[in-house]
C-alpha cells in the first residue's frame, strides 16, 4: 500500500491550501485514512479522518470548523481542505491509511493506521 500526500507550500496567515492523498495498493477502499501534523520535537497530531465507505468524518478540535476533509468517489484520493489558517497550522502533514476496521472511537490515534505517506510541508506565514 503506498500514500501520496501532495499539496503542500506556503500559505499567508488567513488563506486556503488544499492537500491531496492518493492511495493505492491492497488495502480496503472502506477503510479510515487520516491527516496528522507534526513539527519539530513534538509528537504527531491528530488533524483528521474520513471513514471512506460511508464518508464519516472526525475532526480535531483545533481544526474543527475551518479545515475539511473529503475523498473522491473512486475512495482513491482523500483531500484536506484548510481555510483560515493560522501560523499554529506550519507543520509536516502526514496521510494514512488503515487496514479497514477502524472503529470510530479509535480514528483520531496514531497507533490506528498502518500505511503513511511522506509528508508534505505546510507553512502559514503571519
Known amino acids: 500500500v503506498q500514500l501520496q500526500a501532495s499539496g503542500g507550500g506556503f500559505v499567508q496567515a488567513g488563506g486556503t491550501l488544499r492537500l491531496s492523498c492518493a492511495v493505492s495498493g491492497s488495502t480496503s477502499t472502506g477503510g479510515a485514512v487520516g491527516w496528522f501534523r507534526q513539527t519539530p520535537g513534538k509528537e504527531r497530531e491528530f488533524v483528521a479522518a474520513?471513514?471512506?465507505?460511508?464518508?464519516?468524518?472526525v475532526y480535531a478540535d483545533s481544526v474543527k470548523g475551518r479545515f475539511t476533509i473529503s475523498g473522491d468517489a473512486a475512495k482513491t484520493t482523500v483531500y484536506l481542505q484548510m481555510a483560515t489558517m493560522i501560523p499554529e497550522d506550519t507543520a509536516v502533514y502526514y496521510c494514512a491509511a488503515d487496514r479497514g476496521y477502524t472503529i470510530v472511537p479509535a480514528m483520531s490515534l496514531v497507533a490506528s493506521y498502518t500505511y503513511w505517506g511522506q509528508g508534505t510541508l505546510v507553512t502559514v506565514s503571519s
Open positions: 474520513i471513514r471512506r465507505r460511508d464518508r464519516y468524518t
